[in-house]
Nanobody, 116 residues
Framework: QVQLVESGGGLVQPGGSLRLSCAAS????????MSWYRQAPGKERELVAS????????NYEDSVKGRFTISRDDVKNTVYLRMNSLKPDDTAIYYC?????????WGQGTQVTVSS
């Protein structure tokens, strides 16, 4: 079955950096686009970044453009989210997702807290 396991979250000061990882299994990873979503307290879940299969294209939510970079390693079946210049507004639970056979699969999420 599809499994997505996120890691790399934590507490970081404003202006700091983190790299999130999502290890995928249970499907042919290289054939699918992958995405990162986030959900902040009291807010709806939002799409942060996505990457196509083969890393042909990437897309970012406007507030993270120029600060976040999504990438993938099809050998390790892992998708990454590099986050630089973090702001308190980036505080959220970050989820890795894949859409497969008409269904969206989610990981358990990893907490990112940006605070001094």
């Amino acid at each position: 079955q599809v499994q997505l396991v996120e890691s790399g979250g934590g507490l970081v000061q404003p202006g700091g950096s983190l790299r999130l990882s999502c290890a995928a299994s249970g499907f042919t990873f290289s054939n699918y686009g992958m995405s990162w979503y986030r959900q902040a307290p009291g807010k709806e879940r939002e799409l942060v970044a996505s990457i196509s299969h083969g890393s042909i294209s990437t897309n970012y939510e406007d507030s993270v453009k120029g600060r976040f970079t999504i990438s993938r390693d099809d050998v390790k079946n892992t998708v990454y989210l590099r986050m630089n210049s973090l702001k308190p507004d980036d505080t959220a639970i970050y989820y890795c997702t894949v859409r497969r056979d008409g269904r969206m699969y989610w990981g358990q999420g990893t907490q990112v807290t940006v605070s001094s």
